[in-house]
């Protein structure tokens, strides 16, 4: 299977994983061979998150945060996954400059969590 072994990225994994597990199971596919690992754009962007930089997890202040073009207001799917791999691939770029946000949210004062 052309996804077997891929470990998918969303925003939202829970409902993701549902939808395509779902959706899949109405084609036929019972098994597509995903990772059991799903990684969220929202839990990537906790740290930025925790430091204060951005207000909410939403895709919308992730993508504002770090300039990228809001998905429009009438979701699709085609959009929202191209958003989400933008950011995915944004942050990821981020973290690998050394986004100084990571000392603050990893490293800093813990008591308010």
């Known amino acids: 299977m052309f996804v077997s072994g891929c470990v998918p990225v969303c925003h939202n994994p829970s409902f993701d994983r ?7 199971a109405t084609q036929g596919v019972l098994d597509l061979e995903l990772d059991y690992h799903w990684i969220g754009t929202e839990s990537l962007a906790w740290p930025l998150y925790r430091a204060g930089a951005i207000p909410k997890l939403s895709l919308g202040e992730i993508c504002r945060f770090l300039g990228i073009p809001p998905e429009p207001a009438v979701h699709g799917a085609s959009n929202g996954a191209a958003t989400c791999r933008d950011v995915y691939l944004r942050l990821i770029d981020y973290y690998g400059q050394g986004g100084n946000v990571l000392t ?6 813990r008591s308010s969590t």
């Open 104 to 109: 603050y949210a990893f490293l800093g004062d």
């Open 18 to 24: 549902a939808f395509i597990t779902l959706a899949a």
